[in-house]
């Protein structure tokens, strides 16, 4: 059974940053690619980052670019993003999202993705 779950999720001050974590359980964690997504109330789902846990190469959107990075811990079977100057913009549920067991032409969409973690809430005001 896979199961995603969040953490770190929070609230900060605009210029403040947080690191989500997605722990991952339940498949063979190397062979998969994982995603970052958020999504703003009235607004449709983004995809913010992504990695292969394989090889390790990333994706990460030109909205967040040089400032989130997504990063992993193989041994833990956990993915971060790391987010730092946030923006009150940046304000969402943020998402974590595997791809098990199918392959994943483009990171970006959220229709690559099967199995979804249930969110952690960050929200950057003042």
């Known amino acids: 059974q896979v199961r995603l779950a969040e953490s770190g999720g929070g609230s900060v001050q605009p210029g403040g940053s947080l690191r989500l974590s997605c722990d991952a359980s339940?498949?063979?964690?190397?062979?998969?690619?994982m995603g970052w997504f958020r999504q703003a109330p009235g607004k449709e789902r983004e995809g913010v980052a992504a990695?292969?846990?394989?090889?390790?190469?990333?994706y990460v959107a030109d909205s967040v670019k040089g400032r989130f990075t997504i990063s992993q811990d193989t041994a833990k079977n956990t993915a971060y993003l790391q987010m730092n100057s946030l923006k009150p913009e940046d304000t969402a549920m943020y998402y974590c999202?595997?791809?098990?067991?199918?392959?994943?032409?483009?990171?970006?969409?959220?229709?690559?993705?099967?199995?979804w973690g249930q969110g952690t809430q960050v929200t950057v005001s003042s």
């Open positions: 999202a595997a791809a098990v067991g199918r392959l994943v032409s483009d990171p970006r969409t959220a229709s690559s993705y099967n199995y």
């Open positions: 339940g498949y063979t964690y190397s062979r998969k690619c």
């Open positions: 990695i292969y846990t394989g090889g390790g190469s990333t």
